[in-house]
T-cell receptor, first 120, second 114 residues
Framework: AQTVTQSQPEMSVQEAETVTLSCTYDTSESDYYLFWYKQPPSRQMILVIRQEAYKQQNATENRFSVNFQKAAKSFSLKISDSQLGDAAMYFCAYRTLPENYGGSQGNLIFGKGTKLSVKP | KAGVTQTPRYLIKTRGQQVTLSCSPISGHRSVSWYQQTPGQGLQFLFEYFSETQRNKGNFPGRFSGRQFSNSRSEMNVSTLELGDSALYLC?????????????FGEGSWLTVV
């Protein structure tokens, strides 16, 4: 079974600085998707960034980028120029590819999350 | 384009009662899945529906059930509520097929069992 581990329960960063959140996962599959979701106090899960395992190039979305190391099964999130609005819980998630015959689109397996605080 | 809509947003139930939560996916999305979030267990997958059929199920007791309608809207039901069922229930939808596989979440339904 796949597992996702986030080893940092809490992190803190100064406004405008850079912070990296760690995530490792375990799987025997060769193709899959990885995601980072942000959950602010409103509790809505907001997609931050996604990475397809077959792509070697690391995904980037504005101030957010990932360091995807497939062999090491590592998927860290880097937030540059941190802003107060970045303060939230961040969840790393793994998703398998859709099944051809069973029809499942694949469910998400989440890590326990990292609480990020941003200091002004 | 409207996001994933969940109703009700907040509810309080008594132990032993049953509850039904509703979810309307993003227009065009045919896959709907449900997750339970608690402080102790984190985010856990409940079940997934696609084309009105349950395609995948997490490790939850039979008291948890769901269904999907022809318009892709979904409901989940919890019978004989227990205190431990108090949680945030998140519904998520995704487009099916090769053109995208990102899951989008609703704002959740807060269930408190007293």
């Amino acid at each position: 079974a796949q597992t996702v581990t986030q080893s940092q329960p809490e992190m803190s960063v100064q406004e405008a600085e850079t912070v990296t959140l760690s995530c490792t996962y375990d799987t025997s599959e060769s193709d899959y998707y990885l995601f980072w979701y942000k959950q602010p106090p409103s509790r809505q899960m907001i997609l931050v960034i996604r990475q397809e395992a077959y792509k070697q190039q690391n995904a980037t979305e504005n101030r957010f980028s990932v360091n995807f190391q497939k062999a090491a099964k590592s998927f860290s999130l880097k937030i540059s120029d941190s802003q107060l609005g970045d303060a939230a819980m961040y969840f790393c998630a793994y998703r398998t590819l859709p099944e051809n015959y069973g029809g499942s689109q694949g469910n998400l397996i989440f890590g326990k999350g990292t609480k990020l605080s941003v200091k002004p | 384009k409207a996001g994933v809509t969940q109703t009700p947003r907040y509810l309080i139930k008594t132990r032993g009662q049953q509850v039904t939560l509703s979810c309307s996916p993003i227009s065009g999305h045919r896959s709907v899945s449900w997750y339970q979030q608690t402080p102790g267990q984190g985010l856990q997958f409940l079940f997934e529906y696609f084309s009105e059929t349950q395609r995948n199920k997490g490790n939850f007791p039979g008291r948890f059930s769901g269904r999907q309608f022809s318009n892709s809207r979904s409901e989940m039901n919890v019978s004989t509520l227990e205190l431990g069922d108090s949680a945030l229930y998140l519904c998520a939808s995704s487009f099916t097929g090769s053109s995208g596989n990102t899951i989008y979440f609703g704002e959740g339904s807060w269930l408190t069992v007293v």
